[in-house]
């Protein structure tokens, strides 16, 4: 079983990967492509580009990236503890995001979503890895 959660971690990671990737390349870029600007409540702008971008003066996107790498390397690496810690600092600075675009920016972006829902589910299974490492010991 626990090969099985770490296979889907290393998954889950690599789309994350694959997403904030693309969120960092519209904070970059200087004419944006702006793939999941829908309208004016569905858009990733505040986000790229808007007041949510950075978060102390590092992109927003940049720090989900590094997240989404490390979380990489340490199911790979299959280190639980380091995977749990990156996995619990990925939901709270992802809720954090939730938050302010949805009550501050009264925005959703589509992409952040898909991030956070990977997120979610990425931390449900380190704690549910954790869980089975303090039952063997």
Known sequence: MNNKHF?????LSAVGIVLASYLFSEYLAEDPL?????????NCGPVTKGN?????????????????????FSALAKK???????ATFGMLFCLRLTILEIFVEKIIC??????QTIMLVVFIL????????NKAV
């Open 7 to 11: 296979k889907w971690i290393i998954w």
């Open 34 to 42: 702006e793939l999941c600007s829908i309208n004016a409540w569905i």
């Open 52 to 72: 949510l971008a950075e978060f102390y003066g590092i992109p927003v996107s940049l720090i989900g990236l590094i997240g989404y790498i490390i979380i990489l």
């Open 80 to 86: 639980k503890k380091l995977l749990l810690g990156m």
């Open 110 to 115: 589509p992409v952040c979503v898909l991030c």
């Open 126 to 133: 380190s704690v549910r890895l954790n869980i089975k490492n």
